[in-house]
């Protein structure tokens, strides 16, 4: 899978979803090697630990670098 970064701003609804999917994958694919892991917070929301320490919570409008 072959993605730009950034990506270009999403023109629809569908470019979004796309969009996310796309980051979604690339994140699970950091997973799958071993590099980090998921979590849910206490609030209920979706995070993504690294092993070297970064943290990312994923939302419905985007991605947060916690850490």
């Known amino acids: 899978m072959s ?3 950034p990506p270009a701003p999403a023109r629809s ?3 979004a979803q796309t969009t996310q999917r ?3 994958a690339h994140f699970q694919a950091s997973v799958d090697a071993g590099f980090a892991y998921w ?3 206490d609030r209920g929301h979706t995070e993504l630990h690294f092993h070297s320490g970064e943290v990312f919570q994923l939302n419905e409008s985007g991605v947060t670098r916690l850490r």
């Open 39 to 41: 979590r849910i917070n």
């Open 22 to 24: 796309e980051i979604t």
């Open 13 to 15: 609804a569908d470019d």
């Open 3 to 5: 993605m730009t970064w």
